[in-house]
């Protein structure tokens, strides 16, 4: 989840989304 937390920081609102749909596919 850390990771998570910095990808949304970095990549932002949209990115964070994009990354977890990917995650629960």
Known sequence: ???D???HI???H???ISFRE???L
């Open 22 to 24: 990917e995650n629960l």
């Open 14 to 16: 949209e990115g964070y």
């Open 1 to 3: 989840m850390g990771i």
């Open 5 to 7: 937390l910095l990808d």
């Open 10 to 12: 970095i990549v932002g």
